[in-house]
């Protein structure tokens, strides 16, 4: 069983940046591939960015690409999400997950553990 706890978000003006990070415990974080997923209220959740178990591969949503970056420290079973030149699309819930999947990272249906969300809010 992986607990995960996500932590960073808060309220930024629109252009600037936020660092997310998200903890995990009680499992072997580097068999995971990890990914970010937010949530407006009313809406269903989105996939933002993945990372694979190694690090070596990312992927991200259109929306996103190019203004975040997904990483991770197997050393410190986190994964970090850099949030740069944030507009209020990007305001949400923004969750954390892990996965035994090593492709299809972009479906929500693949992930089998989940933190309980951080706010991101951005304020234009």
């Known amino acids: 069983q992986v607990q995960l706890g996500e932590s960073g978000g808060g309220l930024v003006q629109a252009g600037g940046s936020l660092r997310l990070s998200c903890a995990a415990s009680g499992g072997i974080f580097s068999r995971y591939a990890m990914g970010w997923f937010r949530q407006d209220p009313g809406k269903e959740r989105e996939f933002v960015a993945a990372i694979s178990w190694s690090g070596t591969t990312t992927y991200y949503a259109d929306s996103v690409n190019g203004r975040f970056t997904i990483s991770r420290d197997n050393a410190k079973n986190t994964v970090y999400l850099q949030m740069n030149s944030l507009n209020s699309e990007d305001t949400g819930v923004y969750y954390c997950?892990?996965?035994?999947?090593?492709?299809?990272?972009?479906?929500?249906?693949?992930?089998?553990?989940w933190g309980q969300g951080t706010q991101v809010t951005v304020s234009s």
């Open positions: 997950a892990a996965s035994l999947y090593v492709d299809y990272l972009k479906e929500v249906a693949n992930y089998d553990y």
